[in-house]
């Protein structure tokens, strides 16, 4: 007999607490009820309920089965789910929060070939390099880059981030290639506002953290693109992933120093409120980035 007919038979048995509730919600009779009941405690060689005159109880063996019945019940409603989406169009307004930079160098290109490819998602598009509440400001992801703690959320690899410290050659000639992060002149440093010095363990953040509380940095800003503009006139050295840097270092604008000790990788993630199922329209652009950008992205071949 159809195991998952039993277990759902069984479940809203127990739900309801009555084998004739039961019989109504599922539309058949209490025999047949019964009859599942029965038939699932045979399967199992136990006891599922203690019956009385008036009321039944879940045995101990009946509680544990509940849990199991009910989480094979989901997962099946959720495969089920899940299937059906594939052969729904992905349509409807996506709400998306972004940060800056990687927005305008990179993101538009994306946005541009993914509505080629689903003309019946339209993009809300906001911009900003703090960390938003996703759940709270009403969006349905946020692309995010660093290391995420929030529980609560759940979070998608895009792509890697490497990071670089570079300064001009201009700036190198003027004041020489430091060999190690001690090095560093701290007024040169040409700051990024939401940089979080606590998720590394590293000598150059080490570095960083400590010049920044000794001197005030040259410059402090919450966009990489200035800052790097501004190292590019020889003003001072940045700490910025290579999707901002990378075509400055390519020709020969900015040079990359004190390479090994460069902190590891981060990553770019698509960050959602934890749901058991998500949006069409969520997967397929989360889907979509993550083979559009790929673990090595282009702007670091």
Not at 86 to 93: D, I, M, P, R, S
Not at 160 to 186: I, M, N
């Amino acid at each position: 007999m159809d195991k998952l007919l039993l277990l759902k038979t069984f479940s809203v048995v127990a739900n309801e607490g009555s084998f004739t509730k039961a019989a109504e919600k599922l539309d058949t009779s209490n025999q047949l009820v019964s009859k599942y009941v029965a038939e699932l405690e045979k399967q199992l060689d136990t006891r599922l309920f203690n019956r009385t005159t008036r009321k039944i109880h879940l045995t101990e063996a009946g509680q544990q089965c509940l849990q199991h019945a009910n989480h094979i019940l989901e997962s099946v409603t959720d495969m089920e789910s899940q299937l059906g989406l594939l052969n729904t169009e992905a349509k409807g307004v996506l709400h998306v929060s972004a940060p800056v930079s990687f927005s305008t160098l990179h993101l538009a290109g994306a946005l541009s070939s993914f509505q080629q490819a689903h003309p019946s998602v339209s993009i809300n598009l906001q911009l900003n390099d703090r960390k938003i509440d996703v759940i709270d400001e009403g969006f349905d992801v946020a692309i995010r880059a660093g290391h995420l703690a929030n529980s609560t959320l759940v979070a998608k690899k895009i792509t890697t981030v490497k990071l670089a410290l570079c300064a001009s050659p201009t700036y190198l000639k003027k004041y020489g290639t430091p060999l190690h992060p001690k090095d560093l002149r701290p007024e040169h440093y040409l700051e990024y506002s939401y940089v979080n010095y606590d998720n590394d363990k590293s000598a150059l953040f080490s570095a960083l953290k400590t010049n920044a509380q000794k001197v005030t940095p040259k410059l402090i800003s919450n966009n990489g693109e200035v800052l790097a503009n501004v190292a590019k006139q020889g003003e001072g050295y940045v700490l910025q992933p290579t999707f901002i840097v990378g075509e400055a270092l390519k020709n020969g604008e900015l040079v990359a120093i004190l390479n090994e000790f460069i902190p590891q990788a981060i990553s770019l993630y698509a960050v959602y409120p934890h749901r058991k199922l998500i949006s069409n329209k969520l997967r397929v652009f989360i889907d979509f980035l993550s083979n559009y950008f790929t673990d090595t992205p282009y702007w670091d071949n």
